[in-house]
């Protein structure tokens, strides 16, 4: 079988920067054609440095990189440097980017790929807020029919939320986009908080990543040193929950996953429970599916292929 041909949107992010990691170690399943930028953990530029230095550290400076939109929709920007640090990716030291950062807007590139290549052959995969689809969808509704699927990491049911005590970051950064992507007819996958916060890096799964021996190995075992006192100081776990992982993971190995298919709409007029995913888990309306809502998977199995993907590193 021929790689499945992806677009990675990001706004890395210790765990977004590991989520790109696991792509570029899987060509045989993920042909990724670009990673286009969105403000979100951080600032777009940061954002930006990020997604470069990452492709560096991976020794691939070839994938082309797009700075995408600096805000939301319809909102001021939130960031959450409380979470990854002042850079997005604090924890391990690496060198400033050398390689370009293309000159086309995100969307445009998002566009522009989606109506040279066939119908039904690209996916999108997005693990920000989704401002860059969204705005790339208004422009060119003749896109909307041409997207394979998009897995995307946001939302939650069961785990309520993590910024507010109803929404999940990246759906509640930008309600308003995630409202025109769930809306949109595409075929969707979400991975929310519900199964993400299954996906713990506890001391031996990061000791197994340093054990790598190799500079991915040792970057991904600092910067999840890093990224998990937040959630340990929060929620009492193990470890730091590899939510974006989760996407790559899944469009790899979907053996590894769970879920329903659900009818899931994004709060976008309450400002109480602004950006949450109403989720009708149980189907207890008329709403028709659009999504299927992950809410497990077999961790054991997500984190051998995680390290076993990033030892080719």
């Known amino acids: 079988m021929n790689a499945r041909k992806i677009i990675i949107d990001t706004d890395p992010g210790q765990d977004d ?3 790109i990691l696991l792509a570029l170690a899987s ?3 993920l042909d990724l054609l670009g990673i ?13 440095r990020n997604a470069r230095i990452i492709c560096e ?6 994938i082309p990189v797009f700075a995408g939109c600096d805000r939301p929709l319809g909102r001021a920007l939130v960031t959450a440097e409380h979470v990854h640090g002042r850079t997005g990716l604090d924890g391990p030291d690496l060198p400033e980017p050398t390689m370009p950062l293309q000159d086309r807007h995100a969307t445009e590139f998002i566009i522009d790929t989606l109506r040279r290549h066939d119908a039904g052959t690209v996916t999108l995969c997005p693990i920000g807020p989704l401002t860059n689809i969204a705005t790339a969808f208004n422009k060119a509704p003749d896109i909307i029919e041409k997207v394979q699927e998009i897995v995307l990491m946001g939302g939650a049911y069961f785990e ?3 910024v507010t005590p109803t929404a999940e970051f990246n759906i509640y950064v930008d309600p308003d986009a995630a409202d025109i992507v769930f809306s949109s007819g595409v075929p969707i996958t979400v991975m929310p908080l519900d199964v993400t916060h299954k996906a713990l890096v506890t001391r031996a799964r990061n000791d197994a990543f340093r054990a790598l021996g190799t500079p991915v190995g040792m970057a991904v075992a600092q910067m999840t040193d890093f990224f998990e006192r937040y959630d340990k100081s929060k929620y009492g776990s193990l470890g730091a929950p590899l939510h974006d992982p989760c996407v ?16 899931v709409m994004v709060e976008t007029a309450s400002e109480l429970t602004m950006g949450m995913t109403v989720a009708d888990w149980w189907g207890v309306t008329d709403r028709a599916p659009n999504a299927l809502f992950i809410g497990d998977l077999d961790v054991d199995g997500f984190f051998a292929l995680l390290t076993e993907r990033l030892a080719r590193l």
């Open 36 to 48: 286009t930028c969105v403000a979100g953990n951080v600032p777009l530029d940061l954002t930006t």
């Open 160 to 162: 309520v939320g993590n």
């Open 248 to 263: 790559t993971a899944y469009l790899i190995a979907p053996e590894l996953f769970t879920g329903r298919h659900v009818n």
């Open 57 to 62: 550290l991976a020794g691939r400076p070839d």
């Open 17 to 19: 920067a590991v989520a």
């Open 27 to 29: 060509p045989d399943e």
